[in-house]
């Protein structure tokens, strides 16, 4: 009968073992839960973040464009830019008016220069008759002298 303190002793054991056992596992299932747990809550955190990144991203490029100073001094020089080329755009038209005029002013002496011209050219062209004329009775004298 000495070895019935042993058995008990033993399987008392064998059942803390077991006992242990369950709870490292369920403390091993907790553990995997709560890490899953974790992962899910960072992924959540990272998908929530993406947004923010690109604000940073933006706020970078914004960062690059000039500052107001920088602005208004451009908007002055533009400004300025746009006056010279309106004075320019003004004097053009002034000197196109002008040219507009001179056409108009001289349409009729160049038409009168015209006439003039055919009528010189209508003499020119007698004159050359003429010519034709006097060649002909040149040639005629030749023939009476001889």
Do not use: C, W, Y
Request: net charge negative; glycine share 6%; no cysteine.
């Amino acid at each position: 009968m000495d070895e019935g303190p042993a058995v008990n002793e033993n399987n008392h054991s064998t059942m803390s073992f077991d006992r242990m056992r369950t709870m490292l596992t369920r403390a091993a299932e907790i553990r995997e839960s709560e890490q899953q747990q974790i992962f899910d809550a960072l992924d959540e955190i990272h998908a929530r973040l993406q947004p923010v990144e690109s604000l940073g991203a933006v706020r970078k490029r914004l960062s690059e464009l000039p500052d107001r100073t920088e602005v208004s001094v451009l908007a002055e020089r533009l400004d300025e830019a746009l006056a010279k080329l309106e004075a320019q755009d003004t004097a053009i038209t002034a000197l196109s008016r002008s040219v507009d005029g001179m056409v108009d002013k001289l349409a009729k002496p160049f038409a009168q220069l015209d006439g003039l011209l055919d009528g010189v050219s209508g003499r020119f062209e007698g004159v050359a008759g003429r010519m034709d004329g006097l060649e002909d009775k040149l040639a005629n004298i030749h023939k009476r002298i001889d």
